[in-house]
């Protein structure tokens, strides 16, 4: 499978080299990383960004949520099979990515893929942990993608867009779950912080509250599932 992997670095680039040099060497699979910046400053993050020789893009000013930054993401990897959405303060396990790859091909229904983080771990079944919203660094299939498109930017700058793609997927008939015996670390530490990135997320978290409200009746009385992603730019 041809794997690309979006990370978002969102300005809280103080992680990022830590994750790049432990998910990628890491990783079991070989990917192409599209590093997707806001205008980071940190020429230390960015120099070892690029000995990596990752495909680079900064997307407008005006679009810094997580769910704009992931569909112009997606804008860059129409041609791969399966995409994975990557944070810059989450450290994965040994071997993550082949597992993903391993576990999209022998289970077709596959939507999202995530490795269990914070939250509690639902029971196996069938070989898996089945969950409707894998939270963390998960891998999206391409044929979720061309099912529903992309993250709905209602939700940025932060704040329930992954449960809101899990969602559709789980109503257009897609299977999420976390991989088996393997588990991620999120090294972030800002829960409990009066930080400005704290507050803004805080903020964001209540305003996609009722942005879900607003969109509940869309997905399942009106089926419209498909979100368009393609005319996200860097020019917008």
């Known amino acids: 499978m041809n794997i690309a992997v979006i990370l978002l670095t969102l300005n809280r680039s103080d992680y990022s080299i830590q994750v790049i040099n432990q998910n990628f060497k890491n990783s079991g699979y070989n990917a192409d990383c599209f590093l ?65 790859v391993n576990h999209s091909i022998n289970i077709p229904s596959t939507g999202i893929i995530g490795i269990h983080c ?63 015996n393997m588990k991620s670390v999120h090294i972030g530490h800002d829960v409990g912080e009066n930080s400005e990135y704290r507050i803004m997320k805080d903020n964001s978290l209540n305003i996609a509250q009722l942005v879900w409200e607003r969109y509940q009746p869309i997905y399942h009385q009106q089926k419209n599932l498909f979100i368009p992603y393609a005319n996200i730019s860097n020019n917008n």
């Open 36 to 100: 997707i910046d806001n205008g980071s400053t940190d020429k230390e993050f960015l120099n070892v960004a690029n000995a990596y020789k990752w495909h680079f893009a900064t997307w407008s000013q005006s679009k810094r949520g997580i769910a704009a930054g992931v569909n112009f993401g997606l804008t860059l990897t129409k041609d791969y099979d399966a995409v994975v959405i990557m944070a810059n303060d989450i450290l994965m396990p040994e071997n993550w990515l082949l597992s993903m």
């Open 118 to 180: 914070v939250e509690e771990l639902p029971p196996l079944v069938d070989g898996i942990h089945k969950t409707h919203t894998p939270f963390g660094n998960n891998l999206i299939t391409r044929s979720l993608i061309d099912t529903i498109g992309g993250y709905n930017t209602e939700y940025d700058p932060y704040g329930m867009q992954d449960r809101d793609y899990a969602e559709r997927a789980t109503l257009a008939g897609y299977t999420n779950y976390y991989l088996p």
